[in-house]
């Protein structure tokens, strides 16, 4: 596709359980994003990828936050034992190589009963 | 700690008139910076940018400002349109550190007919 994909768009999930949010980059885009945004507040970094370099993982809130990225296109983000105040729009985005201007996808928006 | 912080949650302006959005950074070693717009349930999409070789760059209704003794940047929409409505985030980096971008919480923009 010619943007960045993200799925599902909407997740409803019950609290304890597993989660995974999947982030299709602008092919030929090196670098990809996770980044969230709670209700009434910014984007918080998650987690970056470039290349083949080791991810910069900085931003993951805690131990159940990990994140994939295979043959250097698609990631996955995996929340495990999802908590109330997981609950956010999950945004990915993607950029050509050392070019800081990221391409967003449209989100996916997680809700955790 | 933010790095890069937006102080304004909110702004309201007359149509026609200049919308004046405002940022601070607090990280000397950003060297590029960026604006972005977005729109409910839609990701972020980029706007416009700026090294911290210049001081101004423009893009048709869009100037960005940048004042590094300062550590300040701003966004001028002149004249400003209803249709620009919406969050606006800046962002910063640090090119030679793989670009990571790191977001400010955003002023949402009101443009009032």
């Known amino acids: 596709g010619a943007g960045v994909s993200q799925s599902p768009s909407n997740k409803v999930t019950e609290k304890g359980k597993d989660v995974e949010l999947r982030c299709d980059p602008i092919?030929?885009?090196?670098?990809l994003y996770w980044y969230r945004q709670s209700l009434g507040q910014g984007l918080e970094f998650l987690i970056y990828f470039q290349g083949n370099s080791a991810p910069d993982k900085s931003g993951l809130p805690s131990d159940r936050f990990s994140a994939e990225r295979t043959g250097g296109s698609v990631s996955t983000l995996t929340i495990q034992r999802t908590q109330q105040e997981d609950s956010a729009v999950y945004l990915c985005a993607s950029s050509l190589p050392y070019r800081p201007e990221a391409f967003f996808g449209q989100g996916t928006r997680l809700t955790v009963v | 700690d933010q790095q890069v912080k937006q102080n304004s949650p909110s702004l309201s302006v007359q149509e026609g008139r200049i919308s004046i959005l405002n940022c601070d950074y607090t990280?000397?070693?950003?060297?590029?910076f960026l604006w972005y717009k977005k729109y409910p349930a839609e990701g972020p999409t980029f706007l416009i940018s700026i090294s911290s070789i210049k001081d101004k760059n423009e893009d048709g209704r869009f100037t960005v400002f940048l004042n590094k003794s300062a550590k300040h940047l701003s966004l001028h929409i002149v004249p400003s349109q209803p249709g620009d409505s919406a969050v606006y985030f800046c962002a910063a980096s640090v090119r030679n550190q793989g670009g990571k971008l790191i977001f400010g919480q955003g002023t949402e923009l009101s443009v009032k007919p």
């Open positions: 990280n000397s070693m950003f060297d590029y």
């Open positions: 092919s030929g885009h090196t670098a």
